[in-house]
């Protein structure tokens, strides 16, 4: 018979160790990358934990956290404006996803259960048996009948709370392996912002190149539309679409594709969002531009800059040779919380389309992946990351990917 596990109590912390034990865990929550690139949900968060610790919990209603978090007049219309409405959601959703990566077995957590903007405090309910008291006996030089089986009474007594304390102990590791979610592999950890959540991931890609692009028209007609470079996708970046829906795919996450021009701020605000292409998508261009690696041009020569390192050119293409002359190609591969979309965001981006194919195939590719990622300092799982790679590029075919740097920050 399948085991049933009782619902935990929330937890609430009465002195000032218990209420610091809270505020650490606060701390971790908000400096994970779920949070640490937004500025609204850290202080949603802060201030409901804050106010629930000092006896205010009472004072958490939707106009109250409007005016106060969010800077709202008190008169605010909260139907008009369900700013808080918004952000309890998507904090309730950082958090499962915060737990689900990193803290399934937590000692505490931190909880905002639906419909209430009052967060709640949840301990282990596998908390260790404190051991058994040691039952010190009088000694004596004969012990009376009556005086023994009071002895071997107490020590048995004893016995017993010892093998509960073991069998309590098997108990929790049992259970423990039980519910213990499986532990991701570099790659899922890697794709993990992008797999979790309800929201659909939205992948801009570039098409046609902004250069070459000529005003439509409502008299255009349909077969100068269709052959006109006005929506055009390359087949190399046709090919990286298909990698990188295909790892949404394995994980049943839902996704829409836009191209980039037609990818507004509203479209790509709050979701997990893929850019796929670096000169032909503005969103790549702008959002990499405060990255340590970012696209560059000089004249007809793009390249891929370390903003630490602005001297090294090496990593370039010349767009003036003849395509058939071009020997290698390079990308920009970047997991990131961003502030201006307030959600992860990956890159698969190379300067020409044979490196945005390669990225593509890195970030798809479980055994590329997996030999990049163990290069990169411990705790990456939970940080920023961006990768400059290259592929040699042999009878106008790219080569696998290959690292070339990489920064964690």
Do not use: C
Request: glycine share 6%; aromatic share 10%.
């Amino acid at each position: 018979m399948p085991e049933t596990l009782s619902p935990v109590a929330p937890w609430v912390p009465t002195t000032s160790e218990e209420r610091e034990l809270v505020l650490k865990e606060l701390e971790g929550i908000v400096a994970s990358y779920h949070f640490r690139g937004s500025k609204r949900y850290p202080a949603f968060l802060k201030f409901v934990v804050d106010a629930a610790l000092h006896g205010r919990a009472h004072h958490l209603k939707e106009r109250t956290l409007g005016v106060e978090v969010f800077g709202r007049d008190p008169n605010y219309d909260t139907n008009a404006d369900p700013v808080v409405r918004f952000s309890a959601g998507e904090v309730r959703k950082r958090i499962a996803q915060y737990y689900h990566e990193n803290g399934n077995a937590a000692r505490l957590r931190i909880e905002l259960p639906l419909g209430s903007y009052v967060p709640e405090f949840i301990l282990s309910a596998h908390e260790p048996v404190a051991a058994a008291p040691v039952v010190e006996l009088p000694m004596q030089a004969a012990a009376s009948p009556q005086t023994t089986h009071s002895a071997r009474g107490v020590w048995v007594a004893v016995l017993m709370l010892a093998l509960a304390g073991m069998g309590w102990g098997i108990f929790t590791l049992v259970r423990a392996h039980r519910t213990k979610a499986p532990a991701l592999d570099m790659q899922q950890s890697f794709w993990a912002p992008f797999s979790a959540g309800t929201r659909p991931v939205l992948i801009a890609i570039g098409t046609s190149h902004p250069n070459k692009m000529a005003p439509e028209s409502a008299n255009m007609s349909f077969f100068d539309y269709g052959v006109e470079p006005y929506h055009h996708v390359s087949v190399l970046s046709a090919i990286a679409l298909a990698h990188v829906a295909g790892m949404l795919k394995q994980s049943d996450k839902v996704y829409e594709v836009k191209e980039a021009r037609d990818a507004s701020l509203t479209d790509i605000r709050s979701r997990p969002l893929i850019l796929i292409g670096a000169t032909n998508n503005t969103w790549t261009m702008h959002l990499v531009s405060g990255l340590r690696y970012r696209f560059a041009f000089d004249g007809r020569i793009a390249l891929v800059q370390d903003s630490q390192n602005p001297g090294n050119t090496a990593w370039r293409l010349d767009y003036s040779v003849p395509f058939a002359s071009i020997a290698s190609d390079y990308a920009i591969v970047a997991r990131f919380h961003d502030a201006t979309t307030e959600g992860p965001v990956m890159v698969v981006a190379g300067l020409g389309f044979y490196g945005t194919e390669a990225a593509s195939e890195l970030v798809e590719s479980k055994q590329y992946m997996d030999a990049v990622l163990k290069t990169l300092p411990a705790g990456w799982e939970e940080k920023n990351v961006e990768l400059v790679i290259k592929t040699d590029v042999i009878d106008n075919k790219g080569g696998p990917p290959v690292l070339l740097a990489s920064t964690v920050w």
